[in-house]
């Protein structure tokens, strides 16, 4: 925020800003509010330039931190959008958060204790590996599921053209559908 307020342009420069698709949505607020208060006349651009996946899982997170004593996100290290949303656990009240590949990396004997748990997921998570350590919280707790949902997506993607007319096999459909 800092940065965009001591910004100086040359005089008469045409502004303008993008955001990066992943960023924190606060804080990419606080940021685009002080270019705006700043240069009155900067563009903003044509449509929201954050993912509406990235967004909508930052509000869930939001409203299921606060009193969780552990907040998993499960996705890759190398997850913009993931870390991001450890972030956002930690600043929503979450005591703990951390990121997660796959059940196997949770180190369960420091979870004792632990009473609520949050758990979400970044944009490319696949849903089937948060089940999977949903189950393996269940094999080693008594677990009550209560699922924030903040909003109900309804984006939908056209399938490439390229794949419209591909028949899919059933070991295809098997492996679009996790059960491998």
Not at 62 to 90: I, W
Not at 97 to 117: F, K, N, P, S
């Amino acid at each position: 925020v800092a940065d965009a307020r001591q910004f100086s342009p040359p005089e008469g420069a045409a502004l303008g800003y993008v955001t990066q698709t992943t960023l924190s949505v606060d804080d990419t607020a606080g940021i685009v509010a002080a270019l705006e208060d700043t240069f009155p006349d900067i563009q903003a651009p044509a449509a929201e330039s954050i993912c509406y996946a990235t967004t909508n899982r930052q509000e869930a997170v939001k409203q299921a931190a606060p009193g969780c004593d552990l907040f998993l996100v499960v996705g890759a290290p190398n997850s913009s959008n993931s870390r991001r949303l450890v972030e956002v656990a930690e600043r929503a009240g979450a005591a703990r958060a951390m990121l997660v590949q796959r059940a196997a990396e949770i180190d369960w004997l420091v979870l004792g204790g632990i009473g609520t748990v949050g758990i979400s997921a970044g944009a490319s998570a696949p849903e089937i590996i948060v089940d999977e350590i949903i189950a393996a919280f269940r094999e080693r707790f008594d677990v009550t599921l209560d699922i924030a949902l903040t909003v109900k997506e309804t984006e939908t993607f056209p399938v490439m053209r390229t794949l419209r007319d591909v028949e899919l096999t059933a070991a295809d459909m098997a492996f679009v559908n996790g059960d491998r």
